[in-house]
C-alpha cells in the first residue's frame, strides 16, 4: 500500500523530515515541492545556526526535541557538544535552578554547576561575572542541511520525489496544486513552508496564524574558540553563542522586534537572510563583550537578519484544518523540534492518533478573534522578547479585552484584577480588591507570589463559610441538537439519559483514547449543552456531526456565574420559580426556568466542592443577573471570587483539570476517572510541608533521592491550612502516608501522599 497521494510544500528540516517518518509508516506517494533548490532552499533551514537546547517547561516540546536529537545523532547530522546556560543575577540563577527541574521531570539529564565550574567548561568567560551554569551534556549542534538532505535521501529511497524550483500559486479546492510550470494532483496537502506558510495556507482558504520576523546573527574573526566548545545562552541579556572553528557565532533577541512582509525578502538564493542593520546590533555585541571579554579585541566578520516564524504563544502550528480537510500544516518549527514535531505529525496522518499530546501545538486551538492579524502580530511580537526574558516579566500587552464577559464592569468596580485565558482570550479576575486580605496572611516566596494575593485566602474561607459568585463565562458551551446516539458513540459514558440530567464523560478520539472531559445537560430531548474544554473539542465535535446533528457555540452569545457555598440555597431560592430543594434539584441535574427577570439554565455542578449551581443566561441579561444575585446575596456576605481562589478549592476537593492535570497520553484508570487494570503510574495527591513555598507546576517528584514523576498543578490549601500538589507518580508510590520530596529551585520540599479527596470526602456538602 502506497497510502494517499501526499504532497508537501517546503523541503526545509521540516518536509523532509515529515517525507521521511510518512515514507518509513508504508504512505511513499509522496512529492515534496520546493520553491529554491535542494537543499540549500533560501528558507530559515539554510541559515539556521542549529543550537539544539532540549530543556523546556513543555513536556510535549521536550519530548519533540529529545527525538530529534536521538534521531539525528544516529543519522550523524548532530554534534553533541553540550550545552551551557549561564546566569549572572540571582534570580536567573534561581531560573536555571528551576530549568534543571523540567530536565529532571522530563527525562534530560543536566547539573547546576557553580561559577568555577562554569568558567572551566567555556574558559572565554568573565568568571567575576557569572554565577552559575546549567549544563546538559546531551545538547548540542544540528546540520540543518544535512539533516534535510539525510532524510531526504532515505525519503527518496522509498519511494518519495523531491522537486526544485516549483513555487506553489494556487491549491484548488479539489487539492490540485499549481505550481508556474506544472500542476500537481494530491489527496493531502501539507504546508511545510516556514514563514512562507500564511501565504500558502491562504491559497487554500486556511488561516496560519505565524508572523515572521527577523532575528541577528553575526560571525566573529579568530577568538581562540574551538568546535568542542558547548553551546553557550546567556538569558540576561537575550544572547546566545556557538563556535565556529575558531570563530564564534552570536545571535541576539536583545534588539527591537522586527516583523518581516514578505514583499520586503531579498531576492536571490537566500531570501530569508535579510542585509545586516549594525546599529541594531549595536547593543547585543557590548552585552556579548561583557560576557566574553575576548570580544573586546575582535571584529565582526559578518552577519545577517535571519528570518523565522514566530507565533502568538511560542508553540508551533500542527494538524489538519478543519475547513479545509486535507489541507495540513507543520509550521513555525525550529530545528530543535524538527524530527520530533515531524513524527507526531506523520503519525497523526497515519493512525489517526500522535503519541504526544498536541494539544498546546494543534493548528485549530485558537479562538477566532485570536486568528486577527493585529492579534497575530502583537503577540508574536510580544512572544519574541517574552520567550527570552522569564525573570523580567514585561508589562501588560495591549492586546487585552478581546473577550470579557457581561460582567465586566461590575468585576472592574469591585476592583478585579485579571489574567488572559491564552488559550480563548477571555478576561477572567483572578482576585478581587474590594475583598480584604486575612490579617496574617501566609508569606510566600517570590516566585510562587507571582501572580497571586493572600487575599485569594479571604475568597476560599468566605466561600467555604458563606457563599461567593465565580465568573464561568469562560468555559466553553455548545448547544447541541439532534439524535443523542451522536454523543454516545464519541464518549465514555451513557449520555442517553432522561431530561433534566447532566452527565459528566470522556470525549474519545477515533481510536478511542481520550482526547478531553466534558459535562453533557440534556435540556430537552433533541437538545443538550455540552460544556468543553475550548476551541478543540468544538473542532472534534463538528468534525464528526453527521447530518442532522447542529452544534453551536453559544459561548459568546451567554454568560455564566458558579453561586458556590453552604449559603447558595439561601440566596437563589428567593429568586427563581425552579425548585432549589435538596431533593427536589439534585447533584448532575438541571433545570431551566427564571432568577427575577432573567430566563436561565442551572446545572447542580460545583468544581470548588460547595452547595451551588452553574447558572447560564443570555449575554444580553448578564448584567440583571449579576446584579439580582448581588443584591440578593449581600445579606448572606457572598462576594466575588477569582481563580485563585478557585484553583485552591479546585484541588482541596481533587478535581483534575484538563490540559493541565490530564492530557491525551493519560490513561482514565490513572488518573482516577475510571476502573479499570491496575495502573501502573497514577495521578497523586500530595500535602507539602513548608508552608511558605507552592510548586507552581512541571517540577520533578523525588523518591529516595531519585526522580520518579512530576507536579502537574499546585495551589495553597486554605482550608486544610498546606499547599497542595498534583502529581503523576509510580502506582507503587501512590500510596497515603509515602514520602516523597518535590524539587522546588534549588530546594527539596518534603510532601507526603494525601488520601482524596482532601475536603469533604463523603461529599456531603455537595449533596446537601
Not at 568542542?228 to 541579556?237: E, W
Not at 537575550?238 to 534588539?255: C, N, T
Not at 505529525?345 to 498536541?358: F, K, N, Q, Y
Amino acid at each position: 500500500m502506497s497510502g494517499p497521494k501526499v504532497v508537501i510544500i517546503g523541503a526545509g528540516i521540516v518536509g523532509c523530515a515529515l517525507a521521511d517518518e510518512l515514507t518509513a509508516r508504508g504512505w511513499t506517494d509522496v512529492t515534496v515541492l520546493e520553491r529554491g533548490p535542494l537543499f540549500v532552499t533560501g528558507g530559515s533551514s539554510s541559515h539556521a545556526p542549529g543550537l539544539v537546547f532540549q530543556t523546556n517547561p513543555s513536556r510535549t516540546m521536550a519530548r519533540m526535541a529529545r527525538h530529534t536529537v536521538a534521531k539525528y545523532l544516529e543519522m550523524d547530522c548532530f554534534r553533541q557538544v553540550g550545552s551551557l546556560e549561564v546566569a549572572t543575577t540571582p534570580e536567573r540563577l534561581a531560573e536555571l535552578h528551576r530549568r534543571f527541574g523540567f530536565g529532571q521531570s522530563w527525562g534530560i539529564p543536566s547539573a547546576v554547576l557553580d561559577p568555577a565550574e562554569t568558567a572551566a567548561l567555556f574558559p572565554m568567560l568573565d568568571k567575576d561575572r557569572v554565577l552559575g551554569g546549567l549544563h546538559v551534556p546531551g545538547d548540542g549542534l544540528a546540520s540543518a542541511v544535512d539533516a534535510a538532505r539525510r532524510q531526504a535521501e532515505r525519503a527518496r529511497e522509498r519511494g518519495a520525489r523531491f522537486v526544485p524550483g516549483e513555487e506553489v500559486m494556487a491549491i484548488s479546492d479539489a487539492g490540485t496544486i499549481r505550481t508556474a510550470e506544472n500542476t500537481y494532483a494530491s489527496d493531502i496537502v501539507v504546508s511545510c513552508a516556514g514563514f512562507w506558510g500564511p501565504k500558502v495556507g491562504a491559497m487554500a482558504g486556511v488561516t496560519i496564524p505565524l508572523l515572521p520576523m527577523a532575528h541577528q546573527y553575526v560571525r566573529t574573526d579568530g577568538t581562540g574558540a574551538h568546535d568542542n566548545l558547548p553551546i553557550l545562552r546567556h538569558q540576561d541579556r537575550d544572547l546566545y553563542f556557538r563556535a565556529h572553528g575558531e570563530a564564534l557565532g552570536i545571535g541576539s533577541y536583545l534588539h527591537e522586534p522586527m516583523p518581516v512582509d514578505l514583499a520586503d525578502l531579498p531576492g536571490g538564493d537566500h531570501p530569508s537572510m535579510m542585509p545586516f542593520t549594525p546599529g541594531t546590533f549595536a547593543e547585543s555585541w557590548s552585552a556579548a563583550a561583557e560576557l566574553l571579554p575576548v570580544l573586546a579585541d575582535t571584529r565582526i566578520a559578518d552577519g545577517f537578519n535571519g528570518v523565522f516564524s514566530f507565533t502568538a504563544d511560542g508553540f508551533p502550528l500542527l494538524g489538519e484544518s478543519r475547513e479545509r480537510p486535507g489541507f495540513w500544516a507543520a509550521e513555525a518549527i525550529w530545528v530543535t523540534h524538527s524530527a520530533g514535531a515531524a513524527r507526531a505529525v506523520a503519525e497523526w496522518m497515519v493512525t489517526g492518533r500522535p503519541s504526544l499530546d498536541l494539544h498546546e501545538c494543534d493548528l485549530n486551538r485558537f479562538d477566532a478573534a485570536q486568528l486577527a492579524p493585529s492579534y497575530v502580530r502583537e503577540r508574536s511580537v510580544r512572544n519574541f522578547v517574552e520567550v527570552y526574558d522569564v525573570v523580567h516579566p514585561l508589562d501588560p500587552p495591549s492586546v487585552r479585552n478581546v473577550r470579557v464577559s457581561p460582567f465586566h464592569s461590575r468585576q472592574v468596580e469591585l476592583g478585579a484584577v485579571f489574567g488572559d485565558a491564552a488559550a480563548t482570550g477571555w478576561e477572567r479576575p483572578l482576585w478581587y480588591a474590594s475583598n480584604p486580605p486575612p490579617p496574617a496572611p501566609r508569606p510566600r516566596d517570590g516566585w510562587s507570589a507571582r501572580h497571586w494575593s493572600p487575599i485569594a485566602e479571604t475568597e476560599a474561607r468566605i466561600t467555604r463559610e458563606r457563599v461567593a459568585m465565580y465568573d464561568m463565562t469562560p468555559l466553553t458551551r455548545l448547544e447541541v441538537t439532534g439524535p443523542v446516539s451522536f454523543l454516545q458513540d464519541l464518549t465514555s459514558g451513557n449520555v442517553d439519559r432522561k431530561v433534566g440530567s447532566v452527565v459528566y464523560t470522556l470525549l474519545l478520539d477515533q481510536a478511542g483514547g481520550i482526547r478531553s472531559d466534558i459535562t453533557v445537560a440534556r435540556l430537552a430531548e433533541d437538545r443538550r449543552q455540552v460544556g468543553v474544554n475550548g476551541p478543540l473539542d468544538l473542532d472534534w465535535l463538528l468534525r464528526k456531526a453527521p447530518e442532522g446533528v447542529r452544534i453551536r457555540d453559544v459561548t459568546g452569545g451567554t454568560c455564566g456565574i458558579g453561586l458556590w457555598g453552604p449559603r447558595a440555597r439561601d440566596v437563589v431560592a428567593p429568586l427563581t420559580d425552579i425548585d432549589v430543594a435538596p431533593d427536589a434539584f439534585r447533584y448532575f441535574q438541571c433545570r431551566q426556568g427564571y432568577i427575577g427577570t432573567v430566563p436561565v439554565t442551572m446545572l447542580r455542578l460545583s468544581y470548588v466542592g460547595e452547595l451551588g449551581w452553574e447558572i447560564y443566561a443570555r449575554a444580553d441579561h448578564g448584567l440583571a443577573l449579576w446584579d439580582t444575585l448581588w443584591a440578593a446575596g449581600r445579606r448572606h456576605g457572598m462576594i466575588a471570587a477569582g481563580r485563585a481562589a478557585f484553583q485552591s478549592l479546585r484541588l482541596e476537593k481533587g478535581y483534575r483539570a484538563w490540559g493541565v492535570d490530564m492530557t491525551t497520553e493519560d490513561d482514565p484508570c490513572q488518573a482516577g476517572l475510571a476502573a479499570g487494570p491496575e495502573p501502573d503510574r497514577r495521578l497523586t495527591c500530595l500535602l507539602l510541608t513548608d508552608a511558605g513555598a507552592v510548586p507552581m507546576g512541571r517540577e520533578p517528584v523525588y523518591a529516595e533521592g531519585a526522580p520518579v514523576g512530576h507536579v502537574t498543578s499546585a495551589a495553597f490549601g486554605h482550608t486544610v491550612g498546606a499547599p497542595i500538589a498534583y502529581a503523576w507518580m509510580p502506582a507503587g508510590l501512590s500510596v497515603p502516608g509515602t514520602r516523597v520530596e518535590i524539587g522546588y529551585f534549588d530546594r527539596r520540599l518534603a510532601a507526603t501522599v494525601a488520601a482524596e479527596p482532601l475536603f469533604d470526602p463523603k461529599h456531603e456538602r455537595l449533596r446537601s
